[in-house]
């Protein structure tokens, strides 16, 4: 096994303010070691789309990508997103690439069959989707790659893809050449035993808990989802995985850092 790889994906509420977004880079930018920064930028793409009156359509909290949102999803996720943050990172002494899929036939997908909804342009993950020597080569050379959210299915099509997948698709990829860790930040301080309680953060939690933390109801809603790709990770060969506050990530290292999600 290679050395460590930190596999970070930062949250659309951080990446909507400016200043935690700054706050977060400068930390990320600090953490030692090999890393991939992974992105979305939805808030952002739905204003953007507004103002050329293009409306956003979402079913279940999930975008609807036409040909139109297609456009600006890569606009924003690729363009304007991808190269503040890379830019950042430049100013705070992190030699950042900024990628779609299709750069370096990163990550390739495939557009999500129609059944009960027709998502568009949304591309889904195969379990072959990631392309680990061009990710090594970036990494080898000393560059830390930014993600965004859009990937290709190979035939020239770009595709709208969730950035908490493409994160779980990284790590368990590269984990045949790296011990990976993935982490999430978000804004909460982790996965809380009592949601009205920031500082009640649950340190660690093992596969044969979670259920019960669901039964129990101190896991519901969207966090649900969040962890079951989390312990889906771990079971595909992730060393670790962790959720906690974007503004609390210089704690990682140290061992402080929201919740760690242990296999059984």
Same mark, same amino acid.
């Given at each position: ?23 977060f ?13 992974? &992105? ?30 297609? !456009? ?32 370096g ?15 568009g ?6 379990? !072959? ?12 050379a000393?560059f ?52 009205? !309680? ?7 939690? &093992? ?7 669901? !039964? ?36 990682y ?12």
């Open positions: 096994m290679g050395s460590v790889l930190n596999i970070i994906k930062i949250g659309g509420n951080v990446i909507d303010d400016e200043e935690q977004l700054q706050s880079l400068e930390k990320f930018a600090a953490l030692q070691g090999k890393k991939i920064l992974v &992105h979305g930028g939805g808030k952002i793409a739905t204003r953007v789309a507004s103002g050329l009156g293009i409306e956003a359509k979402m079913v279940n909290g999930r975008r609807i990508t036409d040909e139109a949102m297609l !456009d600006v999803v890569t606009m924003v996720y690729a363009g304007l997103t991808n190269k503040k943050v890379v830019s950042s990172l430049q100013k705070f002494g992190c030699d950042a690439v900024g990628l779609s899929g299709a750069d036939n990163t990550i390739k997908a495939v557009k999500r069959p129609v059944k009960e909804i027709d998502y342009y949304v591309g889904d993950i195969l379990v !072959d989707s990631v392309n680990l020597l061009s990710i090594k080569k970036f990494l080898e000393g830390t790659p930014v993600f965004s959210a859009i990937t290709h299915n190979g035939l020239g099509q770009l595709l709208n893809t969730n950035a908490d997948t493409i994160a779980s698709a990284l790590a368990v990829s590269l984990s045949k050449i790296f011990e990976t860790r993935l982490i999430y930040c978000f804004e909460k301080n982790g996965v809380l035993r009592d949601v009205e !309680d920031p500082n009640s953060v649950i340190k660690s939690i &093992h596969a044969d808990e979670f259920q019960q933390l669901v !039964d129990s109801g101190t896991i519901y809603e969207g966090m649900i989802p969040k962890l079951e790709n989390a312990f889906h990770a771990i079971g595909k060969g992730v060393k670790n995985v962790y959720i906690g506050n974007a503004l609390n990530l210089h704690l290292q140290q061992g402080e850092f929201g919740t760690c999600l242990l296999g059984k």
